[in-house]
């Protein structure tokens, strides 16, 4: 795939009394002074948000300029649909210059769902099972059960998230907590405890994608999306809001994007530099390791316990904080980790910088009822 | 007193045999595939030749937490919200996500024996509202109709 990240911008993640939409253009207007273009010059534009507002709507503040504007909306994983219809705008030849908005607003406390918009009758609500945080609690469970790991793992994910939070000045969670502290805070949905969630919170994330001859024009450091690829899940995995599941397994959906995304870029996960993982929860982060392939199911101690995934490590991995740290909007999550990759491989995260220039990235969202969009972004 | 009948939200989702709950769900006529609840198509292979099949009842714990705060609407919150655990019970065909009860919430165990329930949840609630939910098997009884 030959499109380039030529501009990024972000409405810090937390709480705010700022409108959504608001928190919207923002993200937009520091995409677009990153880029050194005007929204005048965008010719194709996409967003996505569940709480926060059709993003089509942003044009009454942004300029009405007749561009086509696109909704989109994959759950947790809106993002990755927000800039793979961007990147396919570009790669199609529709256009030139892309814009991509994620933006939410979010209510406190876990998401109330409606089972019907999954097809589940409402006696699956009553019973106390629409509850997103409960799969989390019930899948990694399982998963540590399967391969013997020490629960204490999740609380080791936490801090590290909590640590690169702690030096991400955008991130809404910047106080970091010891192994100790988030092991033995209250437990919310066994195994995992309250400083292992992320929670819902708000704020927008915003890149403009050019085509090659595009970005040569615009900067000299733009940022390759080599591989952009979805997958919704098949037959035989472990997802969110099912009332039952197979007894036959398969591998999920993250495992199919992501085997995708590497094989479209022609790289593998060891050449990864720097990767940002879906951890709705530290357990998310745990099992995400592995699905990518950045290491085999059941290796992830060696990996957390020898500093590997820290900032200076072998294979850094949230380097921004993560969702634990940054809270999730959904329409804007996954948009954040390509942002954080981007910054990272032109050396401007300030505070956070991988060091030794990283040339090789790797993002993966996760999105209910069991879908995930890697990325694969390289210098 | 076990009944003969269940409330009509749970039509469809559970059949009374002899006064004991049965979960009812599809089977395909094509590749045998089990699913709970009944649907009107495979998951698995996509044909529309699904029959409705009775699942066992009796079957073990795959994996489990604990709820320990109150899931928002349409939750039917009873006055006092008490943690409650739940987890899906492999039935040998398919796994069936239910609330456990019948032992402390957090003594669950993977592979822990456990068998079918309906009846009222929340014993404050007046209109005796049904749900199901599976119980630790300790005796080897059938389940119930409560």
Redesign the interface.
């Known amino acids: 795939m030959d499109v380039a990240i030529v501009g990024v911008g972000l409405h810090p993640f937390g709480r705010f009394p700022t409108p959504a939409q608001d928190m919207a253009t923002t993200a937009i207007r520091a995409a677009l002074t990153d880029t050194g273009v005007q929204w005048s010059d965008i010719d194709f534009a996409v967003g996505g948000s569940r709480d926060g507002g059709h993003a089509d709507a942003l044009v009454q503040d942004l300029g009405l300029t007749g561009t086509p504007f696109m909704n989109v909306y994959n759950g947790c994983a809106t993002g990755g649909s927000a800039l793979l219809s961007g990147a396919n705008a570009i790669a199609s030849g529709m256009a030139d210059l892309v814009l991509v908005i994620g933006f939410d607003k979010h209510e406190r406390?876990?998401?109330?769902t409606?089972?019907a918009e999954y097809g589940i009758?409402?006696?699956f609500?009553?019973?106390?099972?629409?509850?997103t945080t409960?799969f989390f609690?019930?899948?990694i469970?399982?998963y540590l059960?399967q391969y013997d790991l020490d629960p204490r793992l999740l609380a080791e994910l936490s801090a590290k998230a909590l640590r690169n939070g702690a030096r991400n000045p955008n991130a809404w969670r910047r106080h970091a907590l010891s192994v100790d502290e988030i092991a033995d805070a209250?437990?919310?949905?066994?195994?995992?405890t309250k400083y292992m969630f992320c929670s819902p919170s708000e704020g927008a994330a915003s890149l403009v994608l050019a085509s090659p001859a595009k970005a040569r024009e615009l900067r000299d450091d733009p940022v390759w999306l080599r591989a952009v690829e979805f997958r919704t899940r098949k037959?035989?995995t472990f997802e969110v809001f099912?009332?039952?599941?197979?007894?036959e397994g398969s591998p999920s959906a993250t495992e199919f994007a992501a085997k995708a995304a590497f094989e479209s870029a022609g790289v593998g996960p060891d050449d990864i530099d720097v990767a940002q993982v879906q951890d709705t929860e530290a357990g998310a982060e745990l099992m995400h390791l592995a699905e990518t392939g950045l290491c085999e199911h059941g290796q992830q101690s060696d990996l957390i316990m020898s500093g590997a995934l820290e900032i200076d490590g072998r294979l850094p991995v949230n380097t921004d904080g993560g969702c634990i740290a940054n809270g999730e909007p959904i329409g804007a999550s996954g948009l954040r980790q390509v942002i954080e990759c981007t910054l990272q491989l032109q050396g401007r995260a300030d505070g956070r910088q991988v060091p030794d220039n990283p040339r090789t990235a790797f993002t993966q969202v996760y999105g209910a009822p069991g879908l995930s969009t890697c990325t694969v972004l390289t210098r | 007193m076990p009944t003969d009948s269940v409330q009509s939200?749970?039509s469809g989702?559970i059949d009374v045999v002899d006064g004991q709950p049965r979960l009812l769900?599809s089977r395909c006529g094509s590749c045998g595939?089990e699913?709970?609840?009944v649907q009107s198509s495979c998951?698995?292979c996509s044909s529309e030749d699904v029959e409705p099949v009775e699942l066992a009842t009796r079957g073990t714990v795959?994996?489990?937490?604990?709820?320990?705060?109150a899931?928002?609407?349409?939750?039917?919150a009873p006055k006092v919200f008490e943690p409650?655990a739940?987890?899906?019970v492999?039935l040998?065909?398919?796994?069936?996500?239910?609330?456990l009860a019948g032992k402390p919430v957090?003594q669950w165990k993977?592979g822990d024996p456990v068998r079918l329930v309906v009846g009222a949840?929340d014993e404050d609630d007046e209109s005796g509202?049904q749900?199901?939910?599976f119980e630790a098997d300790t005796d080897g009884q059938e389940g119930q109709v409560r």
């Open positions: 406390g876990a998401f109330a409606n089972p009758g409402e006696w609500g009553e019973m106390g099972m629409m509850v409960q609690g019930m899948k469970q399982r059960d209250e437990m919310v949905n066994d195994p995992l037959y035989g099912s009332p039952s599941l197979a007894v | 939200h749970l989702l769900g595939t699913t709970f609840p998951p698995r795959w994996t489990w937490t604990v709820q320990r705060f899931p928002k609407p349409p939750f039917r409650f739940l987890g899906y492999d040998g065909t398919v796994r069936v996500e239910a609330r957090e993977i949840l509202w749900a199901f939910w």
